[in-house]
């Protein structure tokens, strides 16, 4: 990885994110986190339904492609959801001074996902399962709108440990073609 490249790579996640005002795209060199916000609205009020977990699913070929032309790298995702804490807040807060950013929600749903990425790691070196393009979260997977007579119930799924879980937790793991064909289409 070189400077030009990973330079090149951050303005394509820039094109990306340009279209996509309404999620949260924060770089670390050879690793992204998304994040978006979400109500999930009330038939007696003006809050709107504006949860479409879909829509960063939407977004993982177009950054597959970034990272295979700018650094030559095959991706994965890890995908978690959780409640929003800071409701009516933008997407991040950053600091007057460009030196704090705030994701304006708990931490729980990252350490998540590196739970899921511990255990998808061991489930692959054992041959549990094959390596896979995402790795969701099961009560993201079950939020998903998927088309009608997908039996999205009969998809493999693993377990896990989930930091602060009472109970079992699970994940799917599922390639980026079998999202494109089981989802319902876009709102």
Known sequence: MTRPKLIGLRDRIDEIATGSPTVAFVSFADSLLLKSNYSVGQWDSDIKCTYEPEKILRLLPDIRAAYQSMLGLEIY??????SNE???DRLL???STHNHISFNSLGLPFAQTQ???HCARAALKSGIHPAADAYLDESFYH???FKHGFAKNEEPKFPYTAPMATGP???????????ADNLEPPK
């Open 115 to 117: 739970a899921i990425e």
């Open 143 to 145: 939020s998903l709108r």
């Open 93 to 95: 807060h950053i600091s």
């Open 169 to 179: 937790s699970y994940y799917f793991p599922v390639s980026f073609q079998m999202l």
């Open 77 to 82: 995702a890890i995908v978690t959801q959780d």
């Open 86 to 88: 800071y409701y009516d």
